[in-house]
């Protein structure tokens, strides 16, 4: 996949794609991995006339993102979606009694083959899945293991099946972890990312893209 002149890429997704940006104004970025990515492709393109778009919203789910999917990504006519979506379904399952079970891959799957499937019928066809992750600090978060793990074969299948852009982040950002501190990464949530989180959350989408 490559940047092209004209591009309108849209970054789609919950709060670590949201990252506080200003929802009254249509082409605000945040201040997170979005924001660093169209530095970079402005930085390094000056004489392409892109465009991007944020439409991260803190919270969602996999099916948030199907019920705005027309208004916030169809309707916008991007040529690239960015997709990173995933650790608010293994949150908002936590304590469920199916917490962590075979069926929970299948479900997030349904739903996830839908959204892909409709925004390549609608003739986007360059897409890019960006894989969700958790850092172990604090302590509790290897309890939420047995049901993110499953979702994020889930997107490794569906980024093979619909021919997707890849962006492995769960083991890059773990590695860094261990090597410099989870919470230089992730705060002390191990979800959300710092600064220096979402540089190589931006990083890993430019490689691989191959920028």
Request: glycine share 8%.
């Amino acid at each position: 996949m490559t940047i092209q002149p004209k591009d309108h890429l849209l970054f789609f997704g919950d709060s670590i794609t949201d990252n506080d940006r200003n929802r009254q104004l249509s082409d605000d970025l945040g201040g997170g991995y979005p924001l660093y990515i169209a530095s970079y492709l402005e930085h390094r393109y000056p004489d392409f006339d892109l465009r991007f778009t944020n439409r991260g919203i803190g919270g969602d789910r996999i099916q948030d993102l199907l019920k705005r999917l027309t208004t916030d990504c169809l309707a916008l006519k991007p040529d690239v979606v960015s997709i990173l979506v995933g650790i608010n379904d293994t949150w908002h399952t936590l304590g469920d009694p199916n917490f962590g079970s075979s069926s929970i891959g299948p479900a997030f799957e349904a739903h996830y083959r839908e959204l892909l499937s409709t925004i390549i019928e609608s003739g986007v066809t360059r897409i890019i899945l960006m894989e969700p992750f958790l850092l172990p600090c604090p302590a509790d978060r290897y309890e939420w293991r047995p049901d993110l793990d499953q979702r994020l074969q889930v997107i490794r299948k569906m980024a093979l099946e619909f021919n997707c852009t890849f962006v492995p982040l769960d083991g890059r950002l773990n590695q860094l972890g261990i090597a410099h501190t989870f919470q230089h990464y992730t705060g002390d949530d191990g979800v959300h990312p710092t600064r220096a989180g979402h540089v190589e959350i931006a990083n890993a989408w430019l490689a691989a893209f191959d920028i």
